[in-house]
């Protein structure tokens, strides 16, 4: 990844920048603990993802404040998206949708 982006070879600072983006640690030697450990980090947010892509574009919650909402636009990608919600008198919001996920119900 470092030589196609930047063009460079060896364990310098674009091949640490290269590690951090993946996720990885920028070290240069195996350990089948920190292997493990990003697996299961990997497969949590891949979990987190999953569950946040039932929220749609024209789909409703229900805001513990707020009431019942219209998501108007999803925003972002991953886990850190972000849903307009358009609330009834009142304007729109944007919410997080890890957020959403925790303190607002689903509706039908």
Not at 21 to 39: C, D, H, N
Not at 85 to 101: G, I, N, P, Q
């Amino acid at each position: 990844m470092d030589h196609m982006v930047y063009g460079n070879v060896g364990h310098g600072a674009t091949w640490k920048k290269c590690c951090i983006e993946v996720g990885a640690l920028p070290i240069r030697y195996y350990s089948s603990e920190r292997a493990k450990y990003f697996q299961d980090k990997h497969e949590a947010e891949r979990k987190e993802v999953e569950a946040l892509d039932h929220y749609k574009t024209g789909s409703y919650i229900m805001h513990p404040r707020f009431g019942r909402g219209k998501i108007m636009e999803l925003v972002g990608v991953d886990a850190n998206r972000y849903a307009l919600v358009d609330f009834k008198y009142m304007e729109t919001k944007k919410l997080s949708l890890r957020w959403a996920k925790e303190n607002c119900g689903r509706c039908a």
